[in-house]
């Protein structure tokens, strides 16, 4: 194979290729090849079901291959998005009710702290955690 290229259709982040697919020798039959694709978000968006749907089309000398993936939603999450206690607690008092979201998880081998540490490797920060009862709860917050 030769001569590859990818395209993106519009999608829910505006995600698109920065740079052309490089690739640099032919592909013989049954050959495989790493490569890194940078990405950015600069397209127009239009909200695909589900949401982080990402439509692809990849185009080599002899056809036209279509398939979808989906985006991790944490690759859009910045590190930076720990938020201070205060302002926290302050945007928490704004959330409606109905607008609120709680999640439980079920049969985890992991305590509160690790379940803390893998979070924040996908740039969910922990805000405040506590025990209710047994159970830890913990307030979490991201920015994308």
């Known amino acids: 194979m030769t001569d590859l290229a990818i395209q993106f259709n519009k999608n829910s982040f505006g995600v698109i290729p920065s740079t052309p697919l490089a690739i640099p020798t032919a592909l013989?039959?049954?050959?495989?090849?790493?490569?890194?694709l940078p990405l950015h978000t600069l397209d127009p968006?239009?909200?695909?079901?589900?949401?982080?749907n990402l439509q692809v089309a990849v185009k080599n000398n002899s056809d036209v291959f279509y398939f979808n993936c989906l985006i991790p939603l944490n690759v859009g999450f910045v590190e930076d998005g720990k938020m201070k206690d205060q302002v926290f607690l302050a945007t928490w008092k704004d959330i409606p009710n109905e607008k609120e979201l709680q999640f439980q998880i079920k049969e985890s081998h992991l305590n509160a702290d690790a379940v803390s540490s893998k979070l924040q490797n996908n740039n969910i920060y922990t805000?405040?955690?506590?025990?209710?009862?047994?159970?830890d709860?913990?307030?979490q917050s991201l920015t994308h």
């Open 28 to 36: 013989m039959p049954n050959q495989s090849i790493d490569v890194s």
């Open 127 to 135: 805000i405040a955690k506590r025990n209710v009862e047994g159970q």
């Open 45 to 52: 968006v239009m909200k695909i079901e589900p949401l982080n």
């Open 137 to 139: 709860i913990l307030y």
